[in-house]
């Protein structure tokens, strides 16, 4: 992983997840039109990865200095989360990316290459933040909820000075099939097994046996990101905060100990809350204390 910087000086890290070279795209008009500051709402925006592929987003400028860039979840569009952006934008301008094959952003058609077109969608992302809206790193924080965590965290490991708020968030893709696989073995969830079943087609290489927990590559491993940063993050000051549900009916409970240790090291408590009697799907404003912890994170 090389380091890169944009016309303005900004340097992030090139994230090479399958030994290819990814280069963002510094195109005229690549980007579109850059929405007008303080515009209300989501305004829609469309830009395009070095790859091709079209990265669907919406703008929520409410006049602030800093700007949270937000993914979703699974089975979630941006435009479904309208809300929680909308909550989000008292704190700081939210950018909020659909993930490849929601919304207008381009489908992913294969595997193998499933995370080298995800990292040329968030490069593009983090270009667009930081050459045409000009914000610094250290202003901008990645929020990424369940499966949009892998993406956060890609855009956390390109840009050292940024921040990372995970949220309900797996450590990998094989991990959490595999508690999925325990929890419906064990009578827990009858849900257990078709989800693991979605996961397995959409996100692991084609071949790989679930029924066994047999894989011959795991994907989205956002515990490997975190540990690979450590050293470059913790010198640039970058902060990580995960928040997780108590009755979190997909995500194992140890997640969220194991994704702020592969960051902190030790004792990471004090950037772990667990929110009570919450679920999968529970927002963060629905815990006054978690959002309470939010707004702290961010005025920090």
């Not at 090139?14 to 989501?42: E, L, S, W």
């Not at 929520?60 to 909308?86: K, L, P």
Request: net charge negative; charged share 15%.
């Amino acid at each position: 992983m090389g380091t890169s910087s944009s016309s303005d000086g900004t340097s992030f890290q090139k994230f090479n997840p399958i030994g290819a070279t990814v280069r963002a795209a510094v195109v005229p008009g690549v980007y579109g039109m850059v929405p007008n500051r303080h515009q209300p709402g989501g305004a829609v925006l469309h830009i395009q990865s070095e790859l091709g592929d079209q990265v669907d987003m919406r703008y929520y400028d409410a006049n602030h200095d800093r700007i949270i860039v937000g993914f979703h979840g699974n089975g979630c569009t941006v435009d479904a989360m309208d809300r929680t952006w909308r909550r989000f934008s008292q704190l700081a301008n939210v950018l909020a990316v659909n993930m490849p094959g929601y919304g207008d952003t381009s489908p992913l058609s294969n595997a193998a290459t499933m995370e080298l077109h995800m990292a040329a969608n968030v490069q593009a992302v983090i270009e667009y933040v930081t050459q045409k809206l000009h914000y610094e790193p250290s202003a901008i924080t990645f929020y990424g909820l369940s499966l949009g965590g892998s993406q956060a965290a890609i855009g956390f490991q390109m840009l050292p000075g940024s921040h990372l708020v995970l949220h309900n968030t797996f450590e990998s893709v094989q991990r959490v099939i595999q508690h999925i696989l325990q929890q419906s073995s064990s009578g827990v969830s009858s849900l257990s097994k078709p989800l693991a079943a979605v996961l397995s087609w959409s996100a692991l290489p084609r071949g790989c046996q679930t029924e066994n927990v047999k894989y011959k590559t795991d994907r989205l491993d956002t515990l490997a990101k975190l540990e690979a940063c450590r050293q470059t993050h913790h010198q640039a000051k970058s902060r990580l905060l995960v928040i997780a549900a108590q009755a979190d009916e997909i995500m194992a409970p140890d997640f969220p100990y194991h994704l702020a240790t592969a960051y902190y090291g030790n004792n990471p408590e004090e950037c772990i809350h667990i929110m009570p009697n919450a679920t999968h799907n529970s927002s963060i404003d629905s815990d006054p204390d978690a959002w309470n912890k939010l707004v702290a994170f961010m005025e920090q």
